[in-house]
């Protein structure tokens, strides 16, 4: 990322998109994680890291209200999601997130635009130009009849990208996105994730393993079990 991209992603919006506020997680009687505290803004990438068993995807599932938490809030859009409902928490999942993860998660009886077009199908609109727009900005324009059965697991990806952009969300959560991928492979979703997300100005937080999809963020911060660390360039 250039010097001028990377400041173009830089400038917050003085409300953050995702804020959490002394978050607190317990499995019974094991304290997972406790004390994290985090604010993303408009057009940052903040990368979190870990060790394994940490608790990095259960923290990134409490940050769109998929898993609950036992102390402290998140607060998505200034609005918190402590106090919702699920019906409420999973509206507010449609309007304001996209989500990428390792796996995939694309559905293989539909085609890749209709893969694509899923999240707007989920807020009631039907909008294939910008679908097709989207499959274009990844690179997979001319492929979006086939099923993803017909696609390489790079290209996979990008489908996940495109699918998790299109409906403009103001965050994105991305876990090990590229964690299935050879490493040139990887670098070439990771570069596209950001351009993308860079285009419409998201918030990313992405949780990973890898040093080299970390090496763009704005920051880094390491999970532990009292709290989130920066970690050091």
Same mark, same amino acid.
């Given at each position: 990322?250039?010097?001028?991209?990377?400041?173009?992603?830089?400038?917050?919006?003085?409300?953050?998109?995702?804020?959490?506020?002394?978050?607190?997680?317990?499995?019974?009687? /094991?304290?997972?994680?406790?004390?994290?505290? !985090?604010?993303?803004?408009?057009? %940052?990438?903040?990368?979190?890291?870990?060790?394994? &068993?940490? &608790?990095?995807?259960?923290? !990134?599932?409490?940050?769109?209200? @998929?898993?609950?938490?036992?102390? &402290?809030? #998140?607060?998505?859009?200034?609005?918190?999601?402590?106090?919702?409902? %699920?019906?409420?928490?999973?509206?507010?999942?449609?309007?304001?997130?996209?989500? /990428?993860?390792?796996?995939?998660?694309?559905?293989?009886?539909?085609?890749?635009?209709?893969?694509?077009?899923?999240?707007?199908? @989920?807020?009631?609109?039907?909008?294939?130009?910008? #679908?097709?727009?989207?499959?274009?900005?990844?690179? !997979?324009?001319?492929?979006?009849?086939? !099923?993803?059965?017909?696609?390489?697991?790079?290209?996979?990806?990008?489908?996940?990208?495109?699918?998790?952009? #299109?409906?403009?969300?103001?965050?994105?959560?991305?876990? %090990?996105?590229?964690?299935?991928?050879?490493?040139?492979?990887?670098?070439? #979703?990771?570069?596209?994730?950001?351009?993308?997300?860079?285009?419409?100005?998201?918030?990313?937080?992405? /949780?990973?393993?890898?040093?080299?999809?970390?090496?763009?963020?704005?920051?880094?911060?390491?999970?532990?079990?009292?709290?989130?660390?920066?970690?050091?360039?």
């Amino acid at each position: 990322m250039s010097k001028d991209e990377h400041s173009a992603m830089s400038h917050p919006s003085n409300q953050p998109r995702l804020e959490i506020q002394d978050l607190g997680k317990r499995y019974g009687e /094991v304290q997972v994680f406790a004390n994290v505290n !985090l604010q993303v803004h408009a057009g %940052e990438f903040v990368a979190i890291v870990g060790d394994s &068993g940490v &608790g990095k995807s259960t923290l !990134l599932n409490c940050m769109a209200g @998929l898993d609950r938490w036992d102390q &402290g809030d #998140v607060l998505l859009q200034g609005q918190s999601l402590g106090a919702r409902d %699920e019906r409420s928490l999973s509206l507010m999942r449609r309007q304001h997130v996209g989500f /990428v993860f390792q796996a995939f998660h694309v559905l293989p009886h539909l085609s890749v635009a209709q893969n694509v077009a899923l999240p707007l199908m @989920l807020l009631g609109r039907d909008d294939p130009a910008r #679908v097709q727009a989207m499959l274009h900005a990844v690179g !997979l324009g001319d492929l979006g009849e086939r !099923l993803p059965q017909q696609l390489s697991g790079g290209q996979l990806q990008r489908v996940a990208i495109a699918r998790a952009l #299109v409906h403009a969300p103001g965050l994105i959560l991305a876990d %090990e996105p590229t964690g299935n991928l050879d490493p040139q492979t990887a670098a070439q #979703v990771m570069a596209l994730l950001l351009t993308q997300v860079q285009a419409q100005g998201s918030a990313l937080v992405l /949780v990973t393993h890898s040093q080299a999809a970390t090496q763009h963020a704005h920051r880094t911060l390491k999970l532990h079990a009292h709290g989130l660390r920066d970690v050091q360039p």
